[in-house]
């Protein structure tokens, strides 16, 4: 693994480096050849360079579904297993550096995370590893992708472990040491790469700043909650914005209708319209980001316009079909924000307060809003850290970061559903789920003891049957509790006599409030209700009598049934994709067939035709042979019936 991390990040920083360039190339070539040529008499023509770059990114994105298509049966089964399909790895790259390229209100790092996953993946499916290595190789492209994209290795460590790789120490075999190793080493050569080629210099330069009084710490507390409400708007502007363009609105179903470069060139209308009234909001913006480091004056009114117009034109960008990430855009909008933040409570507190210029607090409401975008507080922190290499604001910085998490995580509906997948090893695709019922994967006849049975029996029943748990049944079979193998750790830990002990039974230390199911429950519905307690199993009771016990439903059972429909719907595919090949073989050949029908029976009707004229000219041949016979035979023909019978002849022939 170590020779294949060296690997990933050398080829995930090259990739990153071509793709940063690239970006460069194409403004080069839309924004300072094309728009200063068309620019000079017609300033107003500028309007067309992005929809012009969203023509060119239709074309990559028209080749791009098209390769996903005939991709996507193959893709249900792979991604189960780490594998990432990568046969449009490299057009999503170009995609991303021709949108950014024309002005398209993205960033570049979501891109390069993606492409040092593929890379990743790639390379682990060449060498042929297993599911779980391929997974962290994964982690180790993204974790590459992100060091050269922000020349910070730190945060790009974190952001693999805190993101990409969040589940997989949970079932993973291997040591965390050694799988924390394959991210750091492949993050390190990757940034070198990208060093090497791109300059070691920081993303941003801050000017000399302090903080003033550590009484200024409410203040960074507040610039926290503000971000929480940037984050949580910017989120879903972009939902929204997608929904819009889907055509779910109620307003405008035509939209689904509305084919994809139409979409584009939407997006391009709009991006040239801000580059003609607010060029600061388009792009990436990261030279805006340094100017407002660098303390450059920004009005008020114009950082609030710029903080409304860059999150509803990224959120359009994002829906219309350009490709790029939201890590630049947070940046942007966080830097924005604390700018305006500084300014303001500048104005209102009086002169006797000290207070930190604006940069600091641009600077914190860019890791806040960050972290509150892509929920990932410790890389957000070390991000900022990195890309500024100031120490000065850490601790204003983290305390702001942490209490914007906090916020966003309390307000979060989906809470509940990511952490049912992320404790159940599953992928976050729950509407499988919602389609199994608990009846289709339940056990019948669970283990049970009475609740009078004594607690050191219960214990040998449980153990000798390797049971984690068993139900706790009355005299009549009614549900009155379960017994774990927790609570008899926790009594046998206890300081209690053994003639205590034996006494015992199990009602006196059961876990009496139970939750259940039902059998017409869904999985889904069945892991919400396990999520909350942390239950590996739950009791399924009938519904009409609640203490009825009728199965039990575990976790093991769960997954088993969530991978079984995956393959079934992968199995689905591949035999619609086949019946589909199949039809247009099918079709092929039928139209194939029946232009050879055709063509045969236009060369059979033409040699009918031919056979019947040299018939005919045969017989008039020897029409003319007899004639020629009959006056070659008479000798006492006068030249007049000579004359008659040539000019008969001449027009037969």
């Not at 290595?133 to 982690?139: A, E, N, S």
């Not at 034996?502 to 999520?531: G, P, W, Y």
């Not at 000219?617 to 009959?630: L, M, P, V, W």
Request: aromatic share 6%; charged share 15%.
């Amino acid at each position: 693994m170590l020779v294949s991390a060296i690997a990933v990040g050398l080829i995930s920083g090259t990739g990153v480096t071509l793709f940063r360039k690239l970006i460069l190339f194409a403004q080069e070539i839309y924004w300072h050849e094309l728009a200063v040529t068309l620019s000079k008499n017609l300033p107003w023509i500028i309007i067309f360079i992005p929809m012009l770059g969203a023509l060119v990114v239709s074309l990559v994105r028209f080749k791009l579904e098209q390769l996903e298509t005939k991709s996507i049966d193959k893709a249900q089964v792979v991604r189960d297993v780490g594998q990432l399909p990568y046969a449009q790895a490299s057009l999503k790259t170009v995609a991303a550096a021709l949108s950014l390229g024309a002005g398209a209100s993205l960033g570049p790092e979501g891109p390069s995370v993606e492409l040092g996953s593929n890379i990743g993946s790639i390379l682990g499916q060449m060498l042929q590893f297993s599911s779980e290595r391929i997974r962290l190789l994964i982690g180790a492209g993204g974790a590459a992708g992100l060091a050269a994209g922000f020349n910070a290795p730190i945060a790009g460590v974190f952001f693999a472990l805190e993101v990409l790789l969040r589940d997989s120490y949970r079932t993973s075999k291997s040591s965390p040491n050694s799988d924390v190793s394959v991210v750091v080493i492949a993050s390190v050569i990757s940034a070198l790469v990208s060093q090497i080629s791109l300059g070691e210099r920081p993303a941003f330069s801050l000017p000399v700043y302090e903080v003033r009084s550590y009484w200024e710490l409410p203040l960074y507390l507040g610039l926290g909650v503000l971000a929480s409400v940037v984050a949580l708007l910017f989120t879903s502007a972009i939902k929204q914005a997608k929904k819009f363009f889907a055509g779910e609105w109620a307003i405008a179903p035509f939209m689904q209708n509305v084919a994809m470069p139409v979409k584009l060139l939407m997006g391009g209308l709009c991006v040239g319209l801000i580059a003609l009234t607010f060029p600061e909001a388009i792009g990436i913006g990261y030279e805006t980001v340094e100017s407002i480091l660098q303390d450059t004056p920004f009005t008020i009114p114009l950082l609030a316009i710029l903080l409304v117009i860059k999150l509803l034109l990224t959120a359009i960008s994002s829906a219309s079909g350009f490709v790029g990430g939201i890590f630049a855009p947070s940046i942007f909008l966080g830097a924005v924000l604390g700018s305006l933040y500084g300014q303001a409570i500048a104005h209102l507190l009086p002169d006797s307060i000290p207070i930190a210029a604006s940069p600091a607090y641009a600077l914190v409401g860019m890791a806040a809003v960050l972290a509150g975008t892509v929920r990932a507080p410790l890389t957000s922190v070390l991000l900022l850290f990195e890309m500024t290499r100031d120490y000065r604001i850490v601790l204003p910085l983290m305390a702001a970061v942490g209490l914007c998490a906090w916020v966003l995580d309390q307000s979060d509906t989906s809470k509940t559903d990511r952490m049912i997948m992320q404790w159940s090893d599953l992928p976050a695709d729950i509407e499988v789920l919602e389609k199994i019922k608990i009846a289709e994967v339940m056990t019948l006849n669970p283990a049970s003891v009475k609740y009078s049975m004594p607690l050191l029996q219960a214990a040998q029943f449980i153990t000798s049957g390797y049971h984690h748990s068993a139900l706790v049944l009355d005299d009549v079979n009614h549900l009155e509790g379960i017994l774990t193998t927790q609570d008899l750790k926790r009594i046998l830990s206890a300081p209690t006599s053994d003639q205590l002990f034996e006494e015992m039974t199990v009602q006196n230390i059961c876990t009496r409030e139970v939750l259940c199911t039902f059998a017409d429950e869904s999985l889904a519905e069945a892991l919400k209700r396990m999520a909350t307690r942390d239950l590996r199993q739950m009791p399924v009771v009938d519904r009409n009598q609640p203490k009825r016990v009728i199965g039990m439903v575990d976790r093991l059972a769960i997954t088993t049934a969530y991978n079984t429909a995956l393959t079934k719907r992968a199995i689905a595919a591949r035999i619609t994709a086949t019946k589909n090949h199949a039809s247009v073989l099918n079709s092929t050949t039928t139209v194939v067939t029946n232009a050879l029908n055709v063509t045969n029976t236009s060369v059979n009707a033409n040699a009918s035709n031919g056979n019947s004229r040299h018939n005919n000219d045969h017989q008039q041949e020897e029409i003319s042979g007899d004639n020629s016979s009959n006056n070659n035979g008479n000798d006492n023909s006068d030249e007049q019936s000579i004359d008659k019978d040539n000019s008969l002849s001449k027009a037969l022939k």
